[in-house]
């Protein structure tokens, strides 16, 4: 599917359309033959089209009518970025998945309830303060944060594979490698020593995304 925007002509457009994609990088915006990737069909993968798939599953025949208008209302209340960087509704199922499937990963609960409060949930960005090895770095975080001391909440952390020096700029894919939970008792200190999801070899740069989800479901 691609996603374009009129203006005079064509203002911008990004994704596939018969047998062309539309992209951009720093020199501009750019048209390409569409090249269908080989699906690796990972383990990693796998799980995450099971999760969802369940999660699509209970959404037809688990969650009641009111849950799902709920969340169609969270949708409607927070747009996401599409490619574009147009501000979208993406729908309740896909709130409900978005919300879950990042818990899920890292063993928190499921959330079926929408939130009430309608934003993605504030949160201060963590820093890489040491890169202990390759594979290894010290992770700080802001321990007054709310998500950090309140239960079932968690700073989610991702990591890409190495990538060659010279690249500045990576979209994906990342590959979730630890959640830092948070504890209402007992909050996580900082920083935390975290590994690698990829191993990363001398001279190359890794990437690091990191989210957090909240008891509520927000994320």
Known sequence: ??????????????????????????????IRRRVVPVNPNTIQQQFIRSLVSQLTSLWLSTLTALQRESWDTYAFQV????????????GGLGMYVRSNVPRLQVGLSRIDNAPVEFNLG???????????????????????DDWA????????????????DSINFFKGP???????????AIPPTTPQILTWSFGLNIGQRGFLRAQVTRKDGRL
């Open 1 to 30: 599917m691609a996603i374009i925007k009129l203006g005079e002509g064509v203002a911008a457009a990004s994704g596939s359309l018969g047998g062309v994609t539309f992209s951009r990088n720093r020199g501009g915006p750019y």
């Open 79 to 90: 747009p996401l970025p599409n490619p574009l960087g147009a501000l979208v509704n993406v």
């Open 122 to 144: 504030d949160f201060t960005a963590p820093t890489i303060t040491t890169l202990v090895a390759p594979n290894v770095l010290t992770l700080a975080f802001t321990e007054a």
């Open 149 to 164: 001391n309140e239960d079932d909440a968690a700073m989610l952390v991702y990591g890409s594979r190495g990538q060659n």
């Open 174 to 184: 990342y590959r979730a490698f630890t959640g830092i939970l948070g504890d209402a």
